[in-house]
C-alpha cells in the first residue's frame, strides 16, 4: 500500500511500544487492499470462516460461518462470496447487513495458517454473503493447536438444538473458560471496520478473575497490534470459545481495556501485556456447528 494502512489506534499503541517507525514500514509491504491469489485459493478450500461483525447497539461479536470446501469463492482479488448463512439465534446476524462492516479470518487449524481480510457487506441474505474487499494481512502460524475436522451432519444445519443467556461466567461457563486453550475476539474502531482475531495458549491460558470479568495474556506477535489500537478507540470486544467436541458456541460481548503492565502481568508469564474482559451480554449456542475437531498438537509456543 502507498499510504500507511493503519489507523490512529493501531498506531498510537505501536508508538507506546516503540515500533510505529519500524510497522510503517513494514505494513505498507504486508497490508494490502485485495487478496493476493494465494489467499484467494487457501479461502476456497476452507469448511468455516471466523467473522466479526457489530451490531445496531454498536457491540462486537465474534462467529463462524459454515460449509462444504468451496462454500468460500474469490471471484477476483477484491470480492469474496460466501454460501452460508449466520447462526440461527447469533446475535453477530444482526451486523451482517447491507452497507455494515464484516472482518474475517481463514485458519487451518490442522496447517496453522491462517488469513486475515475485512471489508463491507454488498450483499446479505438467503443466498449468502458478497464482501467487498478493503484490508487484508497474512498472519503467522504462532499459538495454534492443531487439529483435525469433520463433518458430522449436514453443513448447513448450524440451528442450535438450544440457546441458553449467559448473565455471569458461572457453573458451565467458567468450567470451560478455564479449560480452554484457544479464543477469538471481534473488535472495531469506527469507520477502521471491523476486526476477528485468534488467541491461543496452554489450556486455562484465561485467567477468570471474577463472575463478570477476564484477563487475556497478549503474548509476543506482529507488531502490528490490530486488535489492541481497536481496542484503544473504541474499548469493546465480542469472544468466542469453541467447544471443539461438541460444537458448542459461548459468545460474548463486553468492554476490555489494556492492562500494560503490572503484577497481573508477571503473573501472566510469557505475556508481554494483557486485556480485561468485562462481560455484558452473552449465550450459550449449544450444539451449532455441524463440525466437530479432533486435537493433534500443541503449538510449539504452548508446550509447557
Known amino acids: 500500500?502507498?499510504?500507511a494502512p493503519f489507523h490512529a489506534g493501531e498506531v498510537a499503541v505501536q508508538a507506546r511500544l516503540g515500533v510505529a517507525a519500524r510497522m510503517d514500514e513494514i505494513g505498507r509491504k504486508v497490508v494490502r487492499d485485495h487478496m493476493p491469489e494465494q489467499h484467494q485459493?487457501?479461502?476456497e478450500q476452507l469448511p468455516f470462516m471466523l467473522a466479526g461483525s457489530v451490531d445496531p447497539a454498536g457491540r462486537p461479536w465474534a462467529t463462524l460461518l459454515v460449509g462444504r470446501p468451496g462454500f468460500v469463492q474469490a471471484p477476483d482479488a477484491w470480492h469474496l462470496t460466501l454460501e452460508a448463512r449466520p447462526i440461527s439465534g447469533d446475535p453477530a446476524a444482526a451486523g451482517m447487513t447491507a452497507g455494515a462492516p464484516l472482518g474475517l479470518?481463514?485458519?487451518?487449524l490442522h496447517t496453522r495458517r491462517r488469513n486475515r481480510v475485512n471489508g463491507e457487506l454488498l450483499q446479505a441474505g438467503a443466498s449468502g454473503l458478497?464482501?467487498?474487499v478493503t484490508q487484508t494481512v497474512g498472519n503467522c502460524p504462532q499459538y495454534i493447536q492443531r487439529r483435525e475436522f469433520e463433518f458430522v451432519r449436514d453443513a448447513a444445519d448450524t440451528r442450535p438444538r438450544a440457546i441458553e443467556r449467559v448473565d455471569d461466567l458461572e457453573g458451565d461457563a467458567a468450567w470451560f473458560i478455564a479449560e480452554a486453550d484457544t479464543?477469538?475476539?471481534a473488535s472495531h474502531a469506527g469507520q477502521a471496520g471491523v476486526d476477528v482475531s485468534h488467541r491461543g495458549g496452554p489450556a486455562g491460558f484465561v485467567v477468570q478473575e471474577d463472575a463478570r470479568t477476564l484477563l487475556v495474556p497478549d503474548y509476543s506477535g506482529n507488531r502490528m497490534?490490530?486488535?489492541l489500537g481497536n481496542l484503544q478507540l473504541d474499548g469493546r470486544a465480542g469472544l468466542l470459545f469453541i467447544d471443539f467436541e461438541r460444537g458448542d458456541?459461548?459468545?460474548l460481548t463486553g468492554r476490555a481495556e489494556i492492562v500494560w503492565d503490572g503484577p497481573e502481568v508477571t503473573a501472566l508469564g510469557p505475556a508481554e501485556r494483557a486485556w480485561r474482559f468485562h462481560l455484558d451480554e452473552g449465550y450459550w449456542l449449544r450444539d451449532a456447528l455441524p463440525l466437530r475437531w479432533r486435537f493433534r498438537d500443541w503449538a510449539p509456543?504452548?508446550?509447557?
Request: a positive charge; zero cysteines; glycine letters at 4%.
Open 225 to 227: 497490534f490490530m486488535t
Open 130 to 132: 458478497r464482501l467487498r
Open 249 to 251: 458456541l459461548l459468545t
Open 41 to 43: 485459493r487457501f479461502y
Open 1 to 3: 500500500m502507498e499510504t
Open 183 to 185: 479464543l477469538f475476539v
Open 301 to 304: 509456543q504452548n508446550r509447557r
Open 105 to 108: 479470518l481463514g485458519i487451518e
